[in-house]
């Protein structure tokens, strides 16, 4: 393998793998609050018909991206309203949503005419200055559009708002023990809502960069699962924003690899290879209801659970 190949399947694995972190670190936020949200799919459909609309009728990106953020939170807040004000089975509203979504954006891209349009203003390729030119690495991470260079930052700032502030500390006491949390004055039931809504802004984000720079069109079903793939990288990842990033891009790299062999005429088919992200996620979810298993590799403890302030 050349490094031309080597360095074109790289950079191929980070942008496919960007749209699963923007969604793996909003689930990671949701779930480090307790709250399980298997809505991701649906979310970033919506995110992306909404993104794609805007940013096709004004013709600005941007204007996309930040709409499409705040269709996720909406749709986020619903679950918000479920799972914590209702105290409603969180597995079930996630997956209403997701049904909800799917849906909701076929129907949207069908009444806005947006619907196989291409959108020419989409986010492309920048060189960093000065980064861009370091050998292999260069032109992996630093010859990308703005909104992968952006998912760094974020992966960063998250993880420094975890393990570094003390909203992250409270944020991670209210996962593992709400009623606890409770008693020492941190508001458990704002920081659900906040960090719920805040998961589905970055799912919408995820939408969008499907359909404003990696996919730059608006088709039903764009995200094609990837939301079930981010709920279970999530899991794989431990949690922890750091280790998303990595299991982002090995994802991403088995849909590049995929490509790559069909270029080179290799006769492994493709769609195996496209076939064992999903494979792992199915996995991954049917070991979601082992709690045990949760637990040791350091789930949140009240992930999933509603709280009750008269039941502490």
């Known amino acids: 393998m050349t490094m031309t190949i080597l360095t074109a399947i790289l950079a191929t694995a980070v942008t496919a793998g960007t749209p699963l972190l923007f969604a793996a670190l909003g689930e990671i936020l949701t779930e480090r609050a307790g709250i399980l949200n298997l809505g991701v799919e649906g979310m ?12 096709y009728y ?3 990106p941007w204007l996309g991206v930040a709409v499409a953020m705040v269709a996720g939170g909406l749709m986020a807040l619903i679950h918000a309203f479920l799972s914590v ?20 954006s076929s129907y949207l891209g069908k009444v806005w005419g947006v619907v196989g349009n291409p959108f020419p203003n989409h986010f492309r390729p920048v060189q960093v200055p000065g980064l861009a030119e370091i050998p292999l690495l260069g032109q992996v991470l630093f010859h990308q559009d703005v909104l992968v260079l952006a ?7 998250i993880w420094f708002l975890l393990y570094r502030t003390r909203t992250g500390m409270n944020l991670r006491a209210v996962g593992e023990n709400p009623a606890a949390a409770d008693s020492l004055g941190i508001n458990v039931f704002a920081l659900r809502y906040l960090f719920t809504i805040a998961g589905g802004m970055l799912a919408g984000l995820a939408g969008a960069y499907f359909s404003l720079a990696y996919v730059p069109t608006w088709m039903e079903n764009i995200t094609a699962g990837r939301g079930w793939i981010a ?8 949690w922890n924003p750091a280790y998303a990033v990595i299991g982002a891009y090995s994802f991403g790299g088995i849909d590049a690899l995929g490509f790559r062999l069909q270029a080179l005429d ?24 082992k709690r045990n298993l949760l637990a040791r590799i350091g789930a949140p403890g009240a992930l999933g659970l509603p709280y009750d302030r008269e039941e502490r």
């Open 58 to 60: 004004t013709g600005n």
């Open 266 to 289: 290799i006769a492994i088919p493709s769609y195996f290879l496209k076939m064992l992200p999903y494979l792992a996620t199915v996995l991954v979810l049917v070991l979601v209801s």
């Open 44 to 55: 970033m459909l919506v995110g992306a018909v909404s993104g794609f609309a805007s940013a």
């Open 85 to 104: 004000t209702m105290r409603a089975n969180q597995v079930v509203s996630g997956l209403a949503l997701t049904m909800f979504g799917t849906g909701l």
């Open 231 to 238: 709920v279970a990288l999530v899991i794989f990842a431990t």
């Open 151 to 157: 998912s760094f930052v974020l992966a960063a700032g």
